[in-house]
């Protein structure tokens, strides 16, 4: 019993890792990222950018980073229990 216990939980590990990377994967498969898009957004509505301000929150959250490190990043903020993706409220 105890060596089957071992095995399900040596098995767990490498699934837990091959969905984070899937669900990882599909977030990042829309083109651009959250900021891109609420950049359209706004000058889509005729407001003004700031460009400070963007390049800010694209430092705050990784997002200049190459994607192994958002990825890193991202687990990190999960395993921390800290939101590691920019919401639409800390935008505005």
Do not use: N
Request: aromatic letters at 10%; charged letters at 15%.
């Amino acid at each position: 019993m105890f060596g089957y216990v071992i095995h399900r939980i040596l098995v767990m590990i490498p699934t837990l890792i091959a969905i984070s990377a899937i669900t990882f994967l599909i977030m990042q498969l829309p083109p651009g990222d959250f900021l891109s898009t609420h950049i359209a957004e706004l000058q889509s509505q005729g407001e003004s950018v700031d460009m400070a301000k963007i390049e800010f929150l694209r430092q705050q959250y990784g997002l200049d980073r190459s994607p192994v490190e958002q990825y890193f990043h991202w687990i990190l903020g999960m395993l921390r229990g800290t939101s590691a993706t920019p919401s639409s409220s800390s935008c505005r």
